[in-house]
């Protein structure tokens, strides 16, 4: 990863440099991902720019087109190529002309069109289980009713508006399966000459220029990122020139600019705003820096301007080692791999060195134009998840009790003397439904401890806990510090005597404490107290990010059946109260 | 403006996506598979943008050959050197 991924808002490249960029024989590695569109337009001229972005994020797109203007019957018929293949992603892209071909001088009523649209979107929502992507309308670029406006006219132009509300209001109400992609906000940052192409929508019913498709294509690679456990989860600052201007160390509290309401002051405090935006997304934020700890806090925990507080920050290293190691150090701290992580640095030269040393680690260096720099995190998209947890909004706080944690560790001469003194307790159940959106998330966000890294989406974790034949088993943790929240997930399936451990994944915070012993032991005596004894077959499914949990099923007492190319099968089939009891974790009921 | 005939060939072998050997004088949609109507738009706005020119929309329609191509480019004064 470099620094140009993402970055540019409008792609520069020429249409033959992006199709060099996608026909190039380099090996195609990566994460495959289908996507079907159902429209009724010609959008095939799309695909260039979704392999490029595809391409870009490590993804490997197959793309298919419902036909033209079918989607209507593509969604009723059970026998359509929509139900024959299972897409990570369906594409609802409609345009206003084709949709309400009477629209134009008709005078129609949103809320009658919306009612329509929603019966569609309930039987897509019905017969898949996958997301779905739809659109806004483009409002008229042109007034219909000339310069007057009075009530007995009807107007397009406010009926496309309130339309686009009411969508925008359904998406909300159903955000477990639809995202919103914006086209009214496309058509306003490109404007419509660069938008629409009116040669090809009258030749071919392609109305979308170049600019529109890239932004079209990167909306929706976002989207697969998130779904495929891509995204970001940790943006880690320098201070000095970066969160304010000016090096506190030599200008002092007075003397560096932060001030809301004066040039250049006023553009780090807005900086600041976006990064507390992010904060409240479940971003983690962590700082790295060449500076004496106490000055840095100083600006955090007195500065009048400073938005930041020390409570917002995962973790930091204020020291005068290389950032590269102490972002390498902030990583094991956070469990974090180092792919998960956004840097930002005023100083060339320490953005080239993490950059060389951390190939992995997405680095941007403060704009020289410092007007851009509030934009810098909001326009690229690298921290997208597919929905904000409760979890997510207090995420620090949970890895901030973690920090008291390690703090503690370094107290006490042996580990075990350690994790006994922790109170640990772990309660473990059958999902409830209020879990199931943390539960899909941690399927898809999930890398390190994750045996099988099969991804889930909040639809289809909701079907298999309600199928008797699977059960999703939750972990919550409790100790000292306080509760970590859901933090692991096994989902089984049954299959006559056997038991067939799907999905066994806990989040990296929780690690390190014998919790995935006790996890697996307490799931499986759930399990097998209303399923009856089970031989159990588990497997490991190496990707280059768990290779921590490749001995996981021997050390768990589970037996080395078969060692196949792609991955390796156990089984278990002794008594589950075989399994050793981790005598300083307590059961909660 | 003087250019390359390779450049021409090559805009055809990226768009259409085969091998620049197949990109001979006979070209049409006839000779590449890949030569379809979706395809044809891409290719216009390819050639529009490599050669910094905009076909009419006549030309848009025209262009259904390797050979009408370069006649229409050279409308629009770009001489081919081999």
Redesign the interface.
């Known amino acids: 990863m470099t620094r140009t991924e993402d970055v540019a808002s409008v792609n520069q490249k020429s249409l033959c440099g992006m199709l060099e960029f996608v026909n190039a024989s380099t090996v195609a590695s990566g994460i495959p991902v289908t996507i079907n569109f159902l429209r009724n337009f010609t959008i095939e001229g799309i695909e260039p720019f979704l392999q490029y972005h595809c391409k870009l994020a490590g993804l490997v797109p197959q793309v298919t087109f419902g036909n033209y203007d079918m989607v209507y019957q593509e969604i009723l018929d059970s026998q359509s190529h929509l139900y024959h293949s299972s897409p990570d992603l369906i594409v609802l892209s409609l345009y206003l002309d084709t949709y309400l071909p009477d629209g134009w001088r008709a005078s129609w009523r949103a809320d009658q069109v919306m009612s329509g649209l929603a019966t569609l979107l309930g039987d897509v929502a019905k017969n898949t289980d996958c997301i779905i992507a739809l659109n806004t309308f483009i409002p008229p670029y042109y007034s219909d009713c000339g310069i007057s406006m009075d009530k007995d006219t009807p107007s397009h132009y406010d009926e496309v508006l309130k339309l686009n509300q009411l969508i925008r209001a359904y998406i909300m109400a159903n955000h477990s399966r639809f995202i919103l992609i914006d086209w009214e906000r496309f058509v306003r940052l490109l404007g419509a000459d660069e938008s629409m192409d009116y040669r090809f929508w009258y030749m071919s019913k392609a109305p979308f220029k170049k600019g529109f498709l890239d932004l079209y294509a990167q909306e929706l690679v976002k989207v697969l990122k998130a779904l495929k456990g891509k995204s970001r989860k940790c943006l880690i600052l320098d201070c000095d020139n970066t969160l304010w201007g000016g090096v506190i160390g030599e200008d002092g509290l007075q003397g560096i600019k932060l001030d809301r309401h004066t040039y250049p002051g006023n553009i780090f405090f807005e900086f600041q705003k976006s990064i507390i935006k992010l904060h409240d997304r479940g971003v983690l934020i962590a700082l790295c820096s060449k500076n004496n700890e106490q000055d840095v806090f100083d600006v955090l925990d007195n500065h009048p301007d400073s938005l930041l507080k020390r409570e917002y920050f995962a973790a930091w290293r204020i020291n005068w080692n290389d950032k590269a190691s102490n972002i390498s150090s902030i990583a094991s701290e956070l469990n974090l791999g180092i792919d998960s992580f956004v840097f930002v640095d005023d100083n060339p030269v320490e953005c080239s060195l993490v950059q060389n040393m951390l190939p992995e680690v997405v680095v941007f260096q403060v704009p020289e134009k410092l007007y851009k720099y509030p934009q810098l995190l909001l326009q690229n998209a690298l921290f997208e998840t597919l929905n904000v947890s409760s979890e997510d909004r207090v995420r620090s706080q949970l890895y901030r009790s973690e920090g008291n944690r390690k703090d503690e560790q370094g107290k006490f001469e042996t580990l075990q003397v350690y994790l006994e003194s922790l109170s640990l307790s772990i309660k473990v159940h059958e999902v409830k439904d209020d879990e199931v959106s943390r539960v899909a998330q941690l399927t898809q966000k999930t890398n390190q401890f994750n045996l099988t890294t099969r991804r889930y989406s909040e639809s289809r974790i909701k079907a298999i806990s309600n199928s008797s034949e699977w059960a999703v088993i939750t972990l919550f943790v409790n100790d000292k510090f306080g509760a970590s929240g859901l933090t692991g997930v096994l989902i089984a399936r049954k299959e006559g005597n056997s038991g067939i451990i799907d999905s066994f994944l806990m989040s990296c915070r929780i690690l390190g404490r014998g919790i995935e012993k006790a996890f697996i032991r307490e799931a499986l005596f759930i399990l097998e107290q209303s399923w009856g004894e089970k031989c159990w077959i588990a497997e490991y499914i190496p990707t280059n990010k768990n290779q921590q949990v490749a001995d996981f099923w021997s050390t768990a007492g589970f037996r080395e059946v078969e060692r196949l190319d792609r991955h390796v099968l156990y089984e278990f089939s002794d008594s589950v109260t075989s399994i050793k009891k981790i005598s300083y974790i307590a059961i909660e009921e | 403006m003087q250019c390359h005939e390779k450049k021409l060939k090559?805009?055809l072998s990226?768009?259409f996506?085969v091998g620049l050997e197949m990109i001979d004088e006979d070209a049409s949609p006839d000779t590449v598979e890949n030569w379809d109507?979706?395809r044809h738009?891409?290719l216009v706005?390819?050639l529009e943008?490599?050669f910094a020119i905009e076909f009419t929309?006549d030309q848009?329609?025209e262009i259904l050959s390797y050979k009408l191509i370069k006649i229409v480019l050279q409308e629009h004064g770009i001489e081919f050197i081999q």
């Open positions: 090559e805009v990226k768009v996506k109507s979706l738009m891409n706005l390819a943008e490599e929309d848009v329609v």
